[in-house]
């Protein structure tokens, strides 16, 4: 018979909010995934798909700065996107060397299709958690993440 598994000591480690939010990471990423599995669309494809609807023309620039990721992050993130069909490039215009990215017919369809179920992932995340304690952890990470100079958020279900 195996031996239990051994007890840790963490130490500090759960005292320490950049761990916590690593482990409150990785359990949305598993969170989104089980909700979307039948989707094909990752967290960062999903939340480019809502900047884009919010936003027509958004540059990639623009995508880049809003999701704080890396010019390349989001060229990986675009391309499945494109190739499906769900999103068209379109030149700027008065600076045709800017690209624009806006949903294709197809693609609001099917984000709109597909956007409720942020609705559930985001339940199934903060199952247990009293609605009070939700709102306020929201407004802290808005706050810890400068989120909240941007605008106040628009929650729906």
């Given at each position: 018979?195996?031996?239990?598994?051994?007890?840790?000591?963490?130490?500090?480690?759960?005292?320490?909010?950049?761990?916590?939010?690593?482990?409150?990471?990785?359990?949305?990423?598993?969170?989104?995934?089980?909700?979307?599995?039948?989707?094909?669309?990752?967290?960062?494809?999903?939340?480019?798909?809502e900047?884009?609807?919010?936003?027509?023309?958004?540059?990639?620039?623009?995508?880049?700065?809003?999701?704080?990721?890396?010019?390349?992050?989001?060229?990986?993130?675009l391309?499945?996107?494109?190739?499906?069909?769900?999103?068209?490039?379109?030149?700027?215009?008065?600076?045709?060397?800017?690209?624009?990215?806006?949903?294709?017919?197809?693609?609001?369809?099917?984000?709109?299709?597909?956007?409720?179920?942020?609705?559930?992932?985001e339940?199934?995340?903060?199952?247990?958690?009293?609605a009070?304690?939700?709102?306020?952890?929201?407004?802290?990470?808005r706050?810890?993440?400068?989120?909240?100079?941007?605008?106040?958020?628009?929650?729906?279900?």
């Amino acid at each position: 018979m195996p031996a239990p598994p051994r007890q840790l000591d963490y130490g500090l480690l759960n005292d320490l909010g950049g761990h916590l939010f690593r482990h409150a990471f990785l359990r949305g990423q598993q969170v989104f995934g089980e909700v979307f599995a039948d989707a094909g669309i990752t967290p960062l494809q999903f939340m480019t798909l809502e900047l884009v609807s919010h936003n027509p023309g958004v540059t990639h620039k623009e995508i880049c700065a809003a999701m704080a990721s890396a010019p390349s992050v989001i060229t990986t993130t675009l391309k499945p996107l494109i190739g499906k069909g769900a999103l068209l490039r379109e030149r700027k215009a008065g600076d045709g060397r800017q690209i624009g990215y806006r949903l294709s017919p197809q693609g609001e369809t099917w984000f709109q299709d597909l956007r409720p179920k942020i609705h559930a992932a985001e339940r199934k995340l903060f199952k247990g958690l009293p609605a009070d304690q939700r709102i306020a952890l929201l407004q802290a990470l808005r706050h810890l993440t400068e989120r909240d100079r941007l605008g106040q958020p628009v929650l729906e279900e």
